[in-house]
């Protein structure tokens, strides 16, 4: 099925450093998601974007909704070690089918 | 609010059984979705429902993939048959109708021997 690109495909960083990932599609989307994903775990969600252009927060996460609705982008600040995993983005267009399709992640990983 | 949960968390079996997954969504949403997730792979859609009705497919569920959601409430995943390429994480989520949030179970790691 189809993945959405997402880049870096890994990264390795020091604890304290900003992280700066995204998600591109060929695709329309309405909806943007973002999950980060443990070994073994299911997907959590860590911030939904609505509107194209919108800037979301959540705490030291933010992303943003691409203006030409192909694209989002996460953000993360002052990495700490709790950071590591895998990070999806999921786009979705509400109204019309209901399926998330899911980027191909990025594999975060934070040295001390 | 418990969150998803599904049952079991890891199942092994032979190639050519039958194997059942439950999910309980949040107690609220009328939508549940299964996807699976192979290994280094972003979890791909199955099938969908709104309440007890299955309005979604896609083309991975293959005959020998079977999913209910008899009342509305809690769904099961059933594949009979079992091959190795079944070996994947399973996973569950729910949400509104109109919220595109959807929120994910633990899953269920199958390993097909």
């Known amino acids: 099925g189809q993945q959405l690109n997402q880049s870096p495909q890994s990264m390795f960083i020091q604890e304290g450093e900003d992280v700066s990932m995204n998600c591109t599609s060929s695709?329309?989307?309405?909806?943007w998601l973002w999950y980060k994903q443990d070994p073994g775990e299911g997907p959590v969600l860590l911030i939904a974007l609505y509107k194209a252009g919108e800037l979301t927060s959540n705490g030291r996460l933010t992303a943003q909704f691409g203006i030409t609705r192909k694209d989002s982008f996460l953000n993360i600040s002052a990495s700490i070690p709790s950071d590591v995993g895998i990070y999806f983005c999921?786009?979705?267009?509400?109204?019309?089918?209901?399926?998330?399709?899911f980027g191909t992640g990025t594999r975060l990983q934070v040295t001390l | 609010d418990t969150g998803v949960s599904q049952d079991p968390r890891h199942k092994i079996t032979k190639r050519g059984q039958n194997v059942t997954f439950r999910c309980d969504p949040i107690?609220?949403?009328?939508?549940l979705y299964w996807y699976r997730q192979t290994l280094g792979q972003g979890p791909e859609f199955l099938t969908y429902f709104q309440n007890e009705a299955q309005l979604e497919k896609s083309r991975l569920l293959s005959d020998r993939f079977s999913a209910e959601r008899p009342k509305g409430s809690f769904s099961t995943l059933e594949i009979q048959r079992t091959e190795q390429g079944d070996s994947a994480m399973y996973l569950c989520a729910s949400s509104y109708a109109r919220r595109g949030e959807q929120f994910f179970g633990p899953g269920t790691r199958l390993t097909v021997l």
């Open positions: 107690s609220e949403h009328n939508r």
């Open positions: 695709s329309i989307f309405n909806t």
């Open positions: 999921a786009g979705l267009f509400l109204g019309t089918a209901s399926k998330l399709t």
